[in-house]
């Protein structure tokens, strides 16, 4: 065989191997994406989870986060299991949702919780985490993907007699919890442009170059942002209370942890 013949045959070996692992990571993005599909519109869900469907944009947002089959989820601030309900049917029996609340959250959304959950009788691929952020635990890189829906700003939200949640513990504990590459992804209220951090605690927002700026100090790398839950027309000065329920701008980062 001629050098020119084996350049050739090795360059056709190359293209070959690149076809065939583009082919495979489509077919897996796509079923990822049917099987995000089926858990939204499973028979099982709340008739008050549907309602919010509309917009939580849930099949945008868990395809931008790379949610799929057999992954470890961990849902901070989970509040009443919205997300996390639907987690559990993408993740399946091989995978697991892991659902955080602490003492704030839980005064809020602990008996809606309890009754989704149903004492394990519901969710069966699901554990549940009562603990302060400061506090919580799990084992170094077991878990694919962190999702912190709304409650980036909590960060900052500073109740009477109750310990400040550490923002640089908490992201160091991300860091470790996170199989290497694993994705943070993070919803929040739009604050406006230059808002100090006390604004999570005023006015329940954030601004979100404050999040960029704590998450790429904490070594994790801006992967790309979503808009679909952007809103030209919210006034950024209001509470979220005084904002009819889903017209707050919210921004949609994923983070990487490389």
């Known amino acids: 065989m001629s050098m020119s013949s084996f350049k050739m045959n090795v360059y056709l070996i190359k293209v070959i191997i690149l076809w065939l692992l583009f082919s495979l990571t489509f077919k897996v993005e796509a079923e990822s994406e049917e099987t995000i599909k089926a ?20 099949q945008e947002i868990l395809t931008f986060f790379d949610i799929s089959p057999e992954s470890t989820v961990l849902d901070i601030f989970a509040g009443s299991g919205y997300y996390s309900e639907i987690l559990s049917r993408v993740v399946g029996p091989k995978g697991k949702v892991i659902i955080h609340n602490d003492a704030h959250f839980l005064k809020y959304y602990g008996k809606d ?30 878990v694919d993907t962190i999702l912190l829906v709304l409650g980036y700003h909590d960060f900052y939200y500073v109740m009477e007699n109750a310990e400040k949640i550490n923002v640089t513990t908490v992201l160091a504990k991300f860091k ?3 199989k290497p590459n694993g994705i943070v992804g993070i919803i929040d209220h ?20 404050i999040v960029k700026s704590e998450m790429t100090k ?6 790309g942002e979503l808009n679909v839950l952007r809103n030209t027309t919210d006034d950024k000065s209001k509470k979220i209370w005084n904002v009819l329920n889903g017209s707050t701008s919210r921004f949609v980062y994923r983070f990487r942890n490389n």
């Not at 904490?218 to 992967?223: I, K, N, P, R, Y």
């Open 190 to 209: 739009e604050a406006k442009s230059g808002a100090p951090r006390d604004t999570g605690h005023t006015l329940h927002r954030i601004d979100p170059q």
């Open 113 to 142: 919780l309890s009754e989704r959950l149903k004492e394990g009788e519901r969710l069966s691929n699901t554990t549940r985490i009562d603990i302060s952020l400061n506090c919580l635990e799990l084992k170094e890189n077991s």
């Open 39 to 58: 858990s939204i519109s499973h028979s099982q869900r709340l008739k008050t989870d549907f309602i919010k469907d509309e917009y939580r944009k849930p």
């Open 218 to 223: 904490a070594g994790f790398s801006f992967d």
């Open 176 to 178: 470790k919890f996170l």
